[in-house]
């Protein structure tokens, strides 16, 4: 088994190869939730996007992914997702119980880690949700990783 850094370098060179030239973002976001649960198996409990509903701006409608029943709809600025969505900067939740306004769309949720990801016009147009089961199931290098895969996602 390789180490993180280089499973992600390898997950993230899988997808891109998947995407090149493919001008469905909802194709994008299918292919990646798929290659990075398959990468990273069951320690990844729920993998994909929410991304931002084009009818309203300020509101995150839920995308392709892998895992149980998402919630559908997320507001800016509430639970992890929308607070990825409103500062535009990556959520990194050891303990989902201690952070104020946690959605709960499965109580087998207890880690998490929420990555945004901008369209090639610099906009926001999505955020990489990746749930575990485990508590602090995500580190520095995951939000490393994650980062680079979403930066390629809408603009290789
Ligand atoms: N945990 C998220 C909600 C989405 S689901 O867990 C799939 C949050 O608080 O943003």
Redesign the pocket.
């Known amino acids: 088994m390789s180490e993180k850094p280089e499973l992600y370098a390898e997950v993230r060179k899988q997808i891109a190869s998947v995407i090149a030239g493919e001008t469905s973002a909802t194709a994008r976001y299918a292919s990646a939730a798929c290659l990075l649960r398959e990468a990273f198996g069951s320690r990844f409990f729920?993998t994909?996007f929410?991304v931002v509903d084009p009818l309203k701006p300020d509101e995150l409608v839920v995308g392709p992914y892998q895992g149980t029943l998402?919630?559908l709809r997320?507001p800016f600025g509430r639970?992890?997702?929308?607070a990825a969505a409103a500062t535009g900067e990556t959520q990194l939740v050891t303990d989902?119980h201690a952070f104020a306004g946690?959605?709960?769309?499965?109580s087998r949720?207890n880690s998490?880690i929420?990555v945004p990801v901008f369209g090639p016009d610099g906009v926001l147009a999505a955020v990489l949700?990746i749930?575990s089961t485990e508590f602090g199931a995500f580190d520095l290098e995951d939000q490393a990783g994650l980062e680079a895969i979403c930066r390629d996602l809408l603009t290789a």
């Open positions: 729920w994909g929410y998402g919630c997320i639970g992890v997702c929308g989902v946690h959605i709960a769309c499965d949720t998490e929420v949700d749930d």
